[in-house]
Structures are given as C-alpha cells and as structure tokens.
C-alpha cells in the first residue's frame, strides 16, 4: 500500500529550526521521487523540494534554497526535509508528495505528484 505520513511540524521561532520527517511506504523503487509541497491560508500550493531515488539529486525552491536541506535515509523509507533559519514566511501546512515510476521532477506544478500525506503544520512566530 502507498502511504505518506507527515510529522516533525511545530511552533517556532523566527531563525529557528525544524526537521520534517515523511514516513514513505510503497515507494523504494529507483524511479521514484518524494517532495515537498507547502500551502499558506489564501495561496497557492508552492513546491519546496524533491529529491529522486534514481540519482539522489535534490532540487529547492528560490525562497529556500541555502536554508532547507532535503534527505532520505538508506532504506528511502523516510524522507527528511531540515529547516534552517525560518522566517515567519515560511508558516503553512507543509505535504509530502510523491511520484512512482518516470517522475516528472518539477516544483512548479502541484498536480504532476501523484501520491500525498495528510500534512504537517510549521509556524513561525516573528
């Protein structure tokens, strides 16, 4: 079965830090990505970042790139997404997302990744 299951979401300072954790089943294909999505009340769904199981390579938004780091452990059953240095900006309810098999990896389209958590929820207080 396919699941993702956001966790690590909080209340924290402005220049503080958060580290997301995605529980990732169903997905240890080497064609497979997982990413980041995030959404604040009254915007649009933004990509934050992806990383591929093929080659490992990770790409980020421009608002967070240097301060975000994204990671998964050996088994690619957890993703991780490091948050450094947050800015009251980056509050909203943070989705993990995938895709199986011949991933389209972009950030710009919400609606080429397939597969979603449920979502955590970061603030970040000024």
């Known amino acids: 079965e396919v699941q993702l299951v956001e966790s690590g979401g909080g209340l924290v300072q402005t220049g503080g830090s958060l580290t997301l954790s995605c529980a990732a089943s169903?997905?240890?294909?080497?064609?497979?990505?997982i990413g980041w999505f995030r959404q604040a009340p009254g915007k649009e769904r933004e990509g934050v970042s992806y990383?591929?199981?093929?080659?490992?390579?990770?790409d980020y938004a421009d608002s967070v790139k240097g301060r975000f780091t994204i990671s998964t452990d050996n088994a690619k059953s957890t993703v991780y997404l490091q948050m450094n240095s947050l800015k009251p900006e980056d509050t909203a309810l943070y989705y993990c997302t995938a895709q199986k098999g011949d991933p389209v990896l972009y950030l710009g389209s919400w609606y080429l990744w397939d597969y979603w958590g449920r979502g955590t929820q970061v603030t970040v207080s000024s």
């Open positions: 990383i591929s199981f093929k080659d490992g390579s990770t």
């Open positions: 169903g997905f240890t294909g080497d064609d497979d990505a």
